[in-house]
């Protein structure tokens, strides 16, 4: 059975630091690229950064260049979000996601197959 379980959000001050993880069961990350996505209240789902399953390569919404990045432990079967430098705006669910395909590079929704419960994260003061 595909699983996706998203862990590690929680309450956070602005400028700290949260890492998500998202560890996966019933495939292996080989063939699928993998992407967080991000929803706050009264807003659509946002794509936030993604990483290929051919070579590594990732791609970063703007919003979050420079402050967020994305990895993947093929041995362990888990992605992970390091989330620096937070902000407010950062405050969001954060779902991670699995796009069957070799190679491929987005941050479209519909793009993904399968999706995680995914978890809270909040930037406040």
């Known amino acids: 059975q595909l699983q996706l379980v998203e862990s590690g959000g929680g309450l956070v001050q602005p400028g700290g630091s949260l890492r998500l993880s998202c560890a996966v069961s019933?495939?292996?990350?080989?063939?699928?690229?993998m992407g967080w996505f991000r929803q706050a209240p009264g807003k659509e789902r946002e794509g936030v950064s993604c990483?290929?399953?051919?070579?590594?390569?990732?791609y970063y919404a703007e919003s979050v260049k420079g402050r967020f990045t994305i990895s993947r432990d093929h041995a362990k079967n888990t992605v992970h979000l390091e989330m620096n430098n937070l902000k407010p705006e950062d405050t969001a669910v954060y779902y991670c996601?699995?796009?069957?395909?070799?190679?491929?590079?987005?941050?479209?929704?519909?793009?993904?197959?399968?999706w995680g419960q995914g978890t809270q994260v909040y930037v406040s003061s």
């Open positions: 990483i290929s399953s051919s070579d590594g390569s990732t």
């Open positions: 996601a699995a796009a069957r395909g070799w190679g491929l590079i987005t941050l479209l929704a519909y793009d993904y197959n399968y």
């Open positions: 019933g495939f292996t990350l080989d063939y699928y690229t």
